[in-house]
């Protein structure tokens, strides 16, 4: 049974708005996929982006503080995105998680990010993967770190850019299509650990493309 883990981004959450849109459709693909354990993790869109704004307005507020409170936004995100996709599923404490993370059972999963990210649980990360508390750390970093405590098999970057043209995950990161952090952890995973990578624009054939084999972004692994 492969696990696969999908970020959501926040562009296509808060674009999301008709019965008919593309992202509910696949949603329902996904919570009925017998071939996978799917674990989901939301973005922060324009919530997260109204935190920007304030710091571009006030840049004398602490910038770890900043990354924290856009942290907690997620929860909020998450939340709402559970009520409007209808998730069956839902992971809010570390042992909810845990005991997801044992059954083998293919379900969706949505995960609230503090399950596994927070500043007074940070001990399970390695140091040399412990990314920067900082705006350099987006969602996309976060779904990679919840690959990582998984181990999971597949891990897929949701955006709403056409990002059909990009070949490796150093040229996404170059262009700011993901953040540079998950580029930089993805060079110092673990070398017993194989994590295949997709980027996947929204459109309304992106589910195909997302549920079928396709070839993974290659990483230049030091």
């Known amino acids: 049974m492969r696990t696969g883990v999908l970020k959501i981004g926040g562009a296509s959450v808060f674009s999301s708005g008709t019965p008919s849109d593309p992202l509910r459709h696949f949603i329902q693909c996904i919570q009925t996929d017998n071939s996978r354990r799917w674990f989901v993790i939301l973005g922060g869109g324009d919530t997260v982006e109204s935190m920007r704004t304030l710091h571009r ?6 910038t770890q503080r900043m990354h924290w409170r856009c ?3 997620l929860r909020a995100t998450s939340d709402a995105a559970r009520e409007l996709f209808s998730f069956e599923h839902f992971l809010e404490t570390p042992k909810a998680l845990a005991q997801a993370i044992l059954d083998p059972t293919p379900r969706c999963y949505l995960v609230e990010v503090s399950t596994y990210y927070h500043r007074d649980t940070l001990h399970w990360i390695p140091m ?4 920067v508390e900082s705006w ?11 690959a990582l405590q998984l181990r999971a098999d597949e891990l897929h970057l949701l955006k709403k850019p056409d990002c059909s043209s990009i070949q490796t995950l150093e040229q996404a990161a170059r262009i700011g299509l993901v953040d540079p952090q998950i580029e930089t952890l993805a ?3 673990p070398v ?3 994590l295949d990578t997709y980027l996947v624009y929204h459109t309304t054939t992106w589910n195909k ?4 084999p396709c070839p993974a ?6």
Not at 209 to 212: E, T, V
Request: hydrophobic fraction near 30%; charged fraction near 30%; proline fraction near 5%.
């Open 57 to 62: 307005h006030h840049p004398q507020l602490d």
């Open 71 to 73: 942290v907690e936004l």
């Open 128 to 131: 040399e993967l412990r990314p």
């Open 136 to 146: 350099d750390t987006t969602s996309d970093t976060l779904a990679w770190l919840l």
């Open 187 to 189: 060079k110092n995973r």
């Open 192 to 194: 017993d650990w194989q």
């Open 209 to 212: 493309k997302l549920l079928r």
């Open 217 to 222: 972004l290659s990483t230049k692994k030091s």
